[in-house]
């Protein structure tokens, strides 16, 4: 069996100035933006290669929309409280943060579901015209994000305790990476909100 201890987990390494998963993370979340920002450009393109475009605000539900943008900010401060409580030595409202931040999560989805059964029940779906494309491809692959981070915060959730007790500075650093990639998600739908659905 390997004894080798892999460095920086929990300590900022020196060159960097951020543990290994931090950066990692930051790796990770550059990629992501790679991946939402060639979306957004078709959609640029798209939009500005045809004279006449469909109004977000005549096809799509704007309050259901607006809701889901106060969800979504709520738990991105829910995210950052549970982060804190760690740093306070608080386990339990850490865990009470968390779950928070995973049933508003949950309550974007089931209102994005609402919307697209909505969609459904009159027969719009994304072979439909060129909006519903987009609006389909850039909220599914966005609530597909989603549920990312609701299985990675429950799994931190659930199984966290453990790891709390005997490596409570790496796990503080999970949970931070962890908040990482909701704030992005949250950021994400920020983006969105305004483009798809008011312009």
């Not at 004894?3 to 990692?24: M, S």
């Not at 779906?125 to 981070?149: C, E």
């Amino acid at each position: 069996m390997s004894t080798a201890v892999i460095r920086y987990i929990d300590k900022p390494h020196p060159v960097t100035g951020v543990t290994n998963a931090k950066l990692g993370t930051w790796c990770f979340l550059a990629s992501e933006v790679m991946l939402f920002g060639a979306l957004f450009s078709a959609y640029v393109l798209l939009r500005t290669g045809v004279s006449e475009w469909p109004h977000g605000s005549q096809f799509l539900n704007v309050p259901l929309a607006t809701l889901n943008t106060l969800i979504l900010i709520t738990s991105s401060v829910t995210m950052v409280m549970s982060w804190a409580s760690l740093m306070l030595k608080q386990f339990g409202k850490y865990r009470l943060y968390l779950a928070i931040t995973i049933l508003l999560a949950l309550a974007f989805l089931v209102v994005k579901g609402f919307e697209y059964g909505h969609k459904f029940e009159h027969h719009h779906f994304p072979s439909t015209n060129t909006f519903y494309a987009i609006y389909f491809t850039l909220t599914g692959l966005h609530g597909l994000h989603v549920i990312g981070g609701v299985v990675v915060n429950a799994y931190f959730l659930f199984f966290g305790k453990r790891m709390w007790e005997t490596h409570p500075e790496q796990f503080a650093g999970r949970i931070e990476c962890a908040g990482l990639y909701w704030h992005f998600v949250d950021l994400v739908w920020i983006f969105l909100f305004p483009v798809l659905y008011l312009l």
